[in-house]
């Protein structure tokens, strides 16, 4: 019987070979990690090895995608990313064309991004960034801070992330607004107060003390954010992005931030990564900034693992895969 040839990189570690092999006897297992770093440096007898490989590869997993992927695994049949955001291997038009079936983690790790969300809307109306100023100068000066209670928190993009932090708002008894494609007319639904459909946008923005971006990167959603989106939002809003860096426009932002059109943005997520030196974001004090660590959550290559192992146990079978994306449409 025909082997089931499997690479795996990155979260799925060379340890769990032998789980991956023991999900069926057909199923050959081999980790390209190191190959693809030597070809990535100019190794040929990397790329020639990983070449013989793709060749007969049937099913891949990991972050890192090799180049001219397609025509390098004629045989490929399904691609398990192990992210949510599967926007760059989609770039690939070649491989956004083909058959191959694409899955990714998204929902599986959602509560990471939403607490940072949530994080970021306290430390903004109770006045963290002051008070850390306040220490760093040995001063004391008490100010008024406000609550989440009652406040309004517009959700651009209602996916797993958007829904868990509609969850997580309601516990703070706040009013939620949320963006989502599927949505033609407005309504509500479980833990959104109000549903609009994306090109209602700009109601969103004029309503909202705090605008989560949640969306995932397609053409469509590329520089979202710009000045007349800045410019429809409260002037004492939080912008949060916990999606893709580039939602936003950031030079846009930053003179948004500049200019004190908006109030402040708490950013995980940026157009290009790491955030270059000579960025001006990292100049405006009313600018809250992560490395992209929203989604770094404890015994993240576990989960990963055991969703990837579950969903070959499904293609083997013969079953739907779970989280598998639209290729056209992105996610």
């Known amino acids: 019987m025909?082997?089931?040839?499997?690479?795996?990189?990155d979260e799925i570690a060379e340890d769990a070979l032998p789980r991956i092999e023991s999900i069926d006897h057909r199923i050959r297992a081999t980790h390209i990690g190191r190959l693809l770093s030597a070809e990535l440096e100019g190794d040929t007898e990397a790329e020639a090895h990983l070449d013989q490989l793709l060749e007969t590869a049937e099913v891949y997993a990991g972050i890192r995608i090799p180049h001219h992927l397609t025509r390098r695994a004629p045989r490929l049949k399904w691609v398990q990313i192990t992210r949510a955001g599967v926007d760059k291997v989609l770039m690939d038009e070649e491989f956004r064309r083909s058959p191959i079936a694409v899955t990714n983690v998204a929902g599986m790790h959602s509560f990471g991004p939403a607490e940072l969300v949530i994080q970021s809307c306290l430390a903004h109306v109770k006045g963290t960034l002051e008070c850390a100023r306040q220490k760093e100068a040995r001063c004391w000066q008490p100010f008024r801070t406000g609550v989440l209670k009652g406040k309004t928190i517009g959700i651009v993009g209602y996916g797993s992330i958007g829904r868990r932090v509609a969850r997580v708002a309601k516990a703070f008894e706040m009013w939620v607004i949320a963006t989502r494609r599927s949505t033609k007319t407005p309504g509500s639904a479980r833990f959104a107060d109000i549903m609009l459909p994306t090109d209602q946008l700009s109601l969103l923005l004029s309503e909202s003390d705090f605008v989560v971006i949640t969306t995932p990167l397609t053409p469509e959603t590329y520089h979202l954010f710009g000045a007349d989106q800045f410019a429809a939002m409260r002037s004492d809003a939080l912008l949060v992005n916990v999606s893709r860096g580039p939602t936003v426009d950031e030079a846009a932002l930053a003179v948004a931030l500049r200019e004190r059109e908006i109030a402040a943005a708490a950013l995980d997520v940026f157009e290009t990564?790491?955030?270059?030196?000579?960025?001006?974001?990292?100049?405006?004090?009313?600018?809250?900034?992560?490395?992209?660590?929203?989604?770094?959550?404890?015994?993240?290559?576990?989960?990963?693992?055991?969703?990837?192992?579950?969903?070959?146990a499904r293609y083997v079978r013969g079953d739907r895969l779970q989280s598998v994306v639209n290729k056209r449409r992105g996610y």
């Open 2 to 9: 025909e082997s089931i040839n499997v690479l795996v990189n």
């Open 273 to 312: 990564e790491p955030l270059p030196q000579e960025s001006p974001l990292w100049d405006l004090p009313n600018l809250l900034y992560s490395p992209h660590i929203a989604g770094n959550v404890p015994d993240y290559p576990l989960m990963v693992q055991d969703l990837f192992v579950r969903n070959l």
